[in-house]
Nanobody, 127 residues
Framework: VQLQASGGGSVQTGGSLRLSCTAA????????VGWFRQYPGKEREFVAA????????YYTDSVRGRFILSRANTGNTAWLQMNRLKPEDTALYYC?????????????????????WGQGTQVTVSS
């Protein structure tokens, strides 16, 4: 599956952005979707993930309660609604998808478990 991420931009502290991840080339409903972010010189870190069915979502502690991940399989799109943004949310954000079986329950937090990646979209939050 090919992924296209969009929606990044520049906002002030407390503002909101909605990132989109649009899929093409395969049945989107077969894939779990994750969002990761990367700071300069750092490894990608887990932000949020959603099951293929959309029934379960998971968030890293620093964004829980502020970010909401959802998906519409009919539209082949997942959205990361980011509210009450903080300067520390400034990063390059990536969406990823994977449809394979995984051997442990928290696989979605591990970027190496995702076979498909979109290009990054920059989020900048100014104070």
């Amino acid at each position: 599956v090919q992924l296209q991420a969009s929606g990044g931009g520049s906002v002030q502290t407390g503002g909101s952005l909605r990132l989109s991840c649009t899929a093409a080339g395969d049945t989107f409903s077969n894939y779990g979707v994750g969002w990761f972010r990367q700071y300069p010189g750092k490894e990608r870190e887990f932000v949020a993930a959603i099951w293929a069915t959309g029934e379960e979502t998971y968030y890293t502690d620093s964004v829980r309660g502020r970010f909401i991940l959802s998906r519409a399989n009919t539209g082949n799109t997942a959205w990361l609604q980011m509210n009450r943004l903080k300067p520390e949310d400034t990063a390059l954000y990536y969406c990823a998808a994977d449809g394979r079986p995984h051997s442990y329950s928290t696989w979605y937090r591990n970027s190496e478990e995702y076979a498909n990646w979109g290009q990054g979209t920059q989020v900048t939050v100014s104070s």
